[in-house]
C-alpha cells in the first residue's frame, strides 16, 4: 500500500495545471514526460474512467488515493 505523501506527489506531478484534478490531456502528457508515446488521449481516458469515483471523467486526489490504497 502507497504512503499518502508519496501518492500526493505523484497526483500533483499528473495535475500539470494545478487545478486539482487530472485530465486525460495531463495524464498523456505526462505518460509520455515519462517515455511511454504509446498512451493515447483514449487509452488515458479509459485509465481515468476505470478510477473515477464521480463520473465526471477527472481524476480527484481522492479517487487517485482510494485506488492506489486498495493496491
Do not use: C, P
Request: aromatic share 10%; net charge negative.
Amino acid at each position: 500500500m502507497a504512503d499518502i505523501e508519496s501518492a500526493r506527489k505523484a497526483f500533483e506531478r499528473y495535475d500539470v495545471n494545478g487545478d486539482g484534478l487530472i485530465s486525460a490531456a495531463e495524464y498523456k502528457s505526462v505518460m509520455a514526460q515519462l517515455g511511454d508515446f504509446n498512451v493515447t488521449e483514449t487509452v488515458a481516458q479509459a485509465v481515468i474512467n476505470a478510477q473515477d469515483g464521480n463520473g465526471d471523467g477527472l481524476l480527484t486526489f481522492d479517487e487517485f488515493w482510494a485506488h492506489l490504497s486498495k493496491a
